[in-house]
Nanobody, 125 residues
């Protein structure tokens, strides 16, 4: 069983930055691929970024490349999402997710086994 708790969301103006954190319980964190997804109003949940268990591999959606950075600290059971140059279209609930069964960074939500409760990010003009 894995529990994920996100924090760090909030409201910022366009061009601003936020750093999201996701703390995981359980002893398997260091072996899990982790991902960040988001769901905007009236939209489907979409892949934002993911990171391999050892942190050496990452993958980003084209819409966030060059602006967002994912990282992890396995000693702290935490994965981070640094978001810079935020745009109004980044407004969404952001979720972290754990994939216990694959070393591949899946972009499809269905492949992830555990999810956090989400944290709201609102970017205003």
């Amino acid at each position: 069983q894995v529990q994920l708790v996100e924090s760090g969301g909030g409201s910022v103006q366009a061009g601003g930055s936020l750093r999201l954190s996701c703390v995981a319980s359980g002893r398997t964190f260091s072996t899990n691929t982790m991902g960040w997804f988001r769901q905007g109003p009236g939209k489907e949940r979409e892949f934002v970024t993911g990171i391999s268990s050892n942190g050496r591999s990452t993958n980003y959606a084209d819409s966030v490349k060059g602006r967002f950075t994912i990282s992890r600290d396995n000693a702290k059971n935490t994965v981070y999402l640094q978001m810079n140059s935020l745009k109004p279209e980044d407004t969404a609930v952001y979720y972290c997710a754990a994939d216990l069964n694959s070393a591949y960074i899946d972009t499809v939500p269905a492949y992830y086994d555990y999810w956090g409760q989400g944290t709201q990010v609102t970017v205003s003009t």
